[in-house]
């Protein structure tokens, strides 16, 4: 069975850092892109990145480009995606979730992150 | 990167056929089959019911149907039950490994 668990959300301040981990198992997980989407509070869902296979090949949104970083290792099963320089508008559930040919299938439960003062 | 464009709200009576409408730019949902639909109920992590524009993953109910022609993708929701109560996302892929989310319908069963 597919398992996906997001880890790493929390309470952070504007300006701040945060780590998300998405630990993976169930599946040949280095043959599998990963991806991040996320949803703010009574909001509807973000696409926000996703990374290839290998690791080698990352895709940002616009909203996110340039302060996020997408990884992985292998080795563990693990996708993560690096937050900095947080905002309000960021406060959202993020899940991971696997791109599959027209879509995101399956998803974790999600972990929020909240930036406030 | 537009959002995809879906009515906010959309309701039936039990036993009704509804229909969410998801429309998109050319660079997006018009160019590509790869268009997929989500349910979300309250709480709840959102579930893939649609993909490649038409088709539905095991175990999903025949009642959820999808279409597609030019740059509008359509969900349909046949015999309509107070379990189909929730929301409801199409998504689309963008083009160069990105994605785009439609603003999400909430379906209301009366």
């Known amino acids: 069975e597919v398992q996906l668990l997001e880890s790493g959300g929390g309470l952070v301040k504007p300006g701040g850092s945060l780590r998300l981990s998405c630990a993976a198992s169930?599946?040949?997980?280095?043959?599998?892109?990963m991806s991040w989407v996320r949803q703010a509070p009574g909001k509807g869902l973000e696409w926000v990145s996703s990374i290839s296979g290998t690791g080698t090949k990352t895709y940002y949104a616009e909203s996110v480009k340039g302060r996020f970083t997408i990884s992985r290792d292998n080795a563990l099963n693990t996708v993560y995606v690096h937050m900095n320089s947080l905002r309000g508008d960021d406060t959202a559930v993020y899940y991971c979730?696997?791109?599959?040919?027209?879509?995101?299938?399956?998803w974790g439960q999600g972990t929020l992150v909240t930036v406030s003062s | 990167q537009s959002a995809l464009t879906q009515p906010a709200s959309v309701s039936g009576s039990p036993g009704e056929s509804i229909t969410i409408s998801c429309t998109g730019t050319r660079s997006d949902s018009g160019n590509y089959r790869h268009v997929s639909w989500y349910q979300q109920h309250p709480g709840k992590v959102p579930k893939l019911i649609i993909y490649?524009?038409?088709n539905r993953p095991s175990g999903v109910s025949h009642r959820f149907s999808a279409s597609k022609s030019g740059n509008t993708a359509s969900l349909t929701i046949s015999g309509l039950q107070s379990e189909d109560e929730a929301d409801y996302y199409c998504?689309?892929?963008?083009?160069?490994?990105?994605?785009?989310f439609g603003g999400g319908t909430r379906v209301t069963v009366l």
């Open positions: 979730a696997i791109p599959v040919t027209s879509g995101f299938d399956p």
């Open positions: 169930g599946f040949p997980f280095s043959s599998y892109a």
């Open positions: 490649e524009a038409t």
């Open positions: 998504c689309s892929y963008a083009g160069s490994s990105t994605w785009v």
